[in-house]
C-alpha cells in the first residue's frame, strides 16, 4: 500500500512537472497572439487612423499610430496623420511664427531676399512703390515711388541696385541706396511679370507676352527671347546652381529649360500641370523635382526632366508661392489665406501653420529651418519644427488623453 500510494504522487508530480511547459507555452502564445494581433500594418494602421479623423474620433487616431508605429515609420508615413490629429485637441505649432510685421498702407505683391538674406525688397503694384528692410529686424532703410504698378522687385548681388518689373513692359533699375532711377529696358511689350539676376550678370524676364528673355543688364541688349507659353507666364525661378530654369503660367502649364552661358534651352515638351492657371513653381536643390501650385488648389510634383508627375497635395484653395527647403525634403506653400508645410519626399501636407492672411504670393527659405512668407499686409517669419519636435508635441497630446 505505502509503494502503490508513493507511485499514484509520482505520477501525479510528474504530470504537474510536465505540464507546466506546456501550459507556459500556451500562456506565451496566447500572449503573442494578443501581442501580434494589436499591431497593425503601416498601410492598414494610416487606413483606420484617417477613417477615424474623418469621423471625428481623433482620440482613436492618435492611439492607434502611436500604438502599432515606431517613431521612424510615423516619420516617414504617418507624420500628416499624427498632425491632424493631434491638432483637433488644441492649435500645435502656436509659437512657430517668431516675427510679423506689418507693413501698413501697402499691398505687397512681392517680397524678395537679397542673396545676403540681410535686405528684403518689397513691391507693391497698387500704391506704386518699393520698400527695402533690414531683414530680420525689419527696419524700414528706402521707399522708391515707382511710374508704373511693380509685380517683383529684387536686390542684385552687389547689393548696390535694385530691379524691378513693370507693368509696362519696363524693367526699371534704381539705385541703393538712393532710391534714384538710373536706368530701364523695355523688355516687353505687355506688362514683365517676373525676373531673376543671374550669378554671371545676366537678366531673365519673363511676360504676359507669353515668353521669357536673357538680357545683358548693363547694355540693354536682349540676348535671347523665346514663346514658351500660349498665354501670360506668371512665375520664373532657377535652381541653386541656375543651370535649370522653370516657368508658370496661365495656360495651365509648367516649363522646364536648361540655363548655360546667357542661353535658354528647352527641356522636352511643356508639362500640363493644371486645367486653370498656374501661380507658383519651384525646384528641388538636387533638380530632380519641380513642384507646381496653381488655381485648383494642388501642389503637383514632377519628375524635372522626363516631366513625369510624382505626386500631388490639395490644399483646397488657390496655391499662390512655392520654396523648397535648401535640403530638398520639404516644400512650404502659400495659399490664398493659408501656409502649409510640406513633405516633399512623402508629398503630404504635414501642417498647416496658425498664421490666416490674404494671398500669400512670396514664400521663401532663410535656411532649413526657417522661413519668409509675405501676404497683402505683412511680412512673417516661420520656424519650421523638426520631425523630432513634431512627434514630442503630438506625443505631448497622446500622454494626456
Known amino acids: 500500500m505505502r509503494n502503490l500510494k508513493s507511485d499514484t504522487m509520482n505520477i501525479h508530480s510528474h504530470l504537474r512537472r510536465s505540464a507546466l511547459p506546456i501550459f507556459a507555452i500556451i500562456l506565451c502564445t496566447m500572449a503573442c497572439t494578443i501581442s501580434c494581433a494589436k499591431k497593425l500594418s503601416i498601410e492598414h494602421t494610416k487606413s483606420i487612423a484617417e477613417k477615424y479623423i ?3 474620433k481623433c482620440d482613436e487616431a492618435l492611439k492607434l499610430i502611436f500604438d502599432n508605429l515606431t517613431d521612424e515609420e510615423i516619420a516617414q508615413n504617418a507624420l500628416f496623420l499624427l498632425v491632424k490629429a493631434a491638432s483637433d485637441f488644441e492649435p500645435v505649432f502656436q509659437d512657430a511664427v517668431v516675427m510679423d510685421h506689418t507693413i501698413y498702407g501697402d499691398k505687397v505683391n512681392s517680397a524678395r531676399l537679397s542673396s545676403d538674406k540681410k535686405l528684403l525688397v518689397t513691391a507693391d503694384g497698387t500704391t506704386l512703390r518699393i520698400r ?42 534704381y539705385d541703393y541706396p538712393s532710391g534714384n532711377e538710373i536706368g530701364k529696358i523695355h523688355a516687353h511689350d505687355y506688362p514683365v511679370r517676373d525676373l531673376w539676376l543671374t550669378k554671371d550678370g545676366k537678366l531673365i524676364t519673363v511676360s504676359n507676352d507669353h515668353t521669357i528673355s536673357v538680357f545683358d543688364p548693363e547694355s540693354g541688349e536682349r540676348l535671347q527671347n523665346m514663346k514658351i507659353h500660349s498665354m501670360n507666364i506668371k512665375n520664373v525661378t532657377l535652381s541653386p546652381d541656375e543651370t535649370l530654369v522653370a516657368t508658370a503660367s496661365n495656360d495651365g502649364s ?45 501642389v ?37 489665406s493659408h501656409v502649409y508645410l510640406i513633405d516633399a519626399v512623402t508629398r503630404q501636407a504635414v501642417i498647416q501653420f496658425p498664421v490666416i492672411g490674404n494671398e500669400y504670393w512670396s514664400a521663401e527659405f532663410i535656411d532649413n529651418d526657417r522661413v519668409m512668407v509675405s501676404e497683402n499686409k505683412s511680412v512673417k517669419i516661420i520656424k519650421i519644427p523638426t520631425t523630432d519636435e513634431i512627434l514630442e508635441t503630438c506625443r505631448e497630446i497622446y500622454n494626456d488623453l
Not at 536648361?258 to 538636387?286: C, P, T
Not at 510634383?301 to 527647403?325: I, M, Q, T, Y
Open 254 to 298: 509648367v516649363q522646364t529649360l536648361e540655363y548655360h552661358n546667357g542661353e535658354l534651352s528647352l527641356i522636352g515638351k511643356y508639362i500640363n500641370a493644371a486645367d486653370n492657371y498656374v501661380n507658383a513653381i519651384a525646384i528641388s536643390a538636387d533638380k530632380q523635382l519641380v513642384a507646381s501650385g496653381s488655381g485648383d488648389g494642388n
Open 54 to 56: 474623418n469621423e471625428d
Open 300 to 336: 503637383k510634383f514632377w519628375g524635372a526632366r522626363d516631366h513625369k508627375p510624382v505626386g500631388s497635395v490639395s490644399l483646397e484653395e488657390p496655391v499662390s508661392a512655392l520654396s523648397f527647403s535648401p535640403d530638398g525634403t520639404r516644400l512650404i506653400a502659400g495659399t490664398a
Open 132 to 173: 527695402v528692410f533690414s531683414f530680420p529686424d525689419m527696419k524700414e532703410s528706402l521707399i522708391i515711388p515707382t511710374q508704373a504698378p511693380v509685380y517683383s522687385a529684387i536686390m542684385d548681388r552687389s547689393g548696390n541696385r535694385i530691379v524691378a518689373a513693370g507693368h509696362d513692359g519696363n524693367v526699371y533699375f
